[in-house]
């Protein structure tokens, strides 16, 4: 498709579980971002790589937390021992570096709900 | 630190000019976006400025930018239904960077 894909749209899990989402950028774009949206509020930055590397991983939350990028396309956020906080919406953004709006193009969202 | 602050709700009557504030702390912040977020749909860009302008226009859209007090406005003449969504002033330092998200002001709508 044309658009940031992001894989499972809904997920439901029980506290402790192990999780991955799994986004798919647009063809092209260098950059991807993750966010995690909680109800009420704004996109709080997670992590976000240029090509295959994580050029700031300052939003991270804790260690349960981590993302890669293998081939600097697909990346996929790793959340361990789920704790009921964690549910959110988790966005996936894409961008190519070139142009100067910096604009973002993101996904729909992965809903994670713990249990 | 960075930290983007917006007012959470505003109500305009349809017709009507919607101005949408921002404050932002981050004296280094060179791009300012605007993106719009409606129900059941991924954010949307909808304008930016550089930090060095002080005002673009866009159609209905009006982007006032004072740098030295780091406010950001959002106006959108002659508001119509459409036009009712949450929206997010964000900013980054530069096209490299992370971009740090506002809470959200939710527009509403009156007939």
């Known amino acids: 498709g044309a658009g940031v894909s992001q894989t499972p749209s809904n997920k439901v899990t029980e506290k402790g579980k192990y999780v991955e989402l799994r986004c798919d950028p647009i063809?092209?774009?260098?950059?991807l971002y993750w966010y995690r949206q909680s109800l009420g509020q704004g996109p709080e930055f997670l992590i976000y790589?240029?090509?295959?590397?994580?050029?700031?991983d300052s939003g991270l939350p804790n260690d349960r937390f981590f993302a890669v990028r293998p081939e600097g396309s697909v990346s996929t956020l790793k959340i361990q021992r789920t704790e009921r906080g964690d549910s959110a919406v988790y966005l996936c953004?894409?961008?190519?570096?070139?142009?100067?709006?910096?604009?973002?193009?993101f996904g729909e969202g992965s809903r994670l709900t713990v249990l | 630190g960075e930290d983007v602050e917006q007012s959470l709700f505003l109500s305009v009557r349809e017709g009507d000019s919607s101005v949408i504030n921002c404050t932002y702390t981050?004296?280094?912040?060179?791009?300012l976006y605007w993106y719009k977020q409606e129900p059941g749909a991924g954010l949307q860009l909808l304008t930016y400025?550089?930090?060095?302008?002080d005002m673009k226009q866009d159609q209905r859209l009006t982007v006032l930018l004072n740098k030295k007090d780091k406010h950001l406005s959002l106006r959108i003449a002659d508001t119509q239904t459409g036009d009712s969504a949450i929206y997010f002033c964000?900013?980054?330092?530069?096209?490299?960077?992370?971009?740090?998200f506002g809470s959200g002001t939710r527009l509403s709508i009156r007939p």
């Open positions: 953004a894409s961008r190519y570096l070139a142009e100067n709006t910096g604009e973002l193009f």
């Open positions: 964000a900013e980054s330092r530069g096209s490299a960077s992370k971009i740090i």
């Open positions: 790589f240029q090509g295959t590397g994580a050029a700031d």
């Open positions: 063809s092209g774009h260098t950059a």
């Open positions: 981050d004296s280094s912040s060179t791009y």
């Open positions: 400025i550089f930090s060095n302008m």
